[in-house]
């Protein structure tokens, strides 16, 4: 077998990445998309080609029009194949607390974003699907204990 037709036999995952911001409260920054139903977290695909950490740097700037430092990595969550999904790796980084002049400078996509709101731990289970409710509280875990997490389906692995 050469080498090109090995490499055509590994699997192809898509990946995620999204920053986990919070306020002086601990409350969770989520944004509430207008192309589905469910709120979620700043974040998006990763593109070809770029890691996850700069694909974070990326989607702040496009959803929330401000630079923040994107710091360690807090949470890889491997999501299996559902539907006509591929399985993917999801990615939640650290972004801080933003300072209330960098809160006073988003400025949300129209036709992608409708709102953003700062939520508590049973906001995040209101408004987010269940697998990546999970996946945030998680992060937010993970920021507290000073770890980093590995999740399959939002579940920690023993």
Known sequence: MTASDYIAT???KRMGAGALLSDQFGRVLLVEPTNHPHWAMPGGAVETGESPHAATIRKLREELGVLVPVGRLLVTDWVPPMGDFTESLMMIYDAGVPTP??????????TELRSWAWCTQQDVIALL???????VIAAVRARADGAAYYLENGYFVA
């Open 10 to 12: 590994l699997s192809r």
């Open 101 to 110: 002049e960098q809160t006073s400078r988003i400025r949300l996509p129209a």
């Open 129 to 135: 699907p269940e697998t990546l409710a999970r996946r």
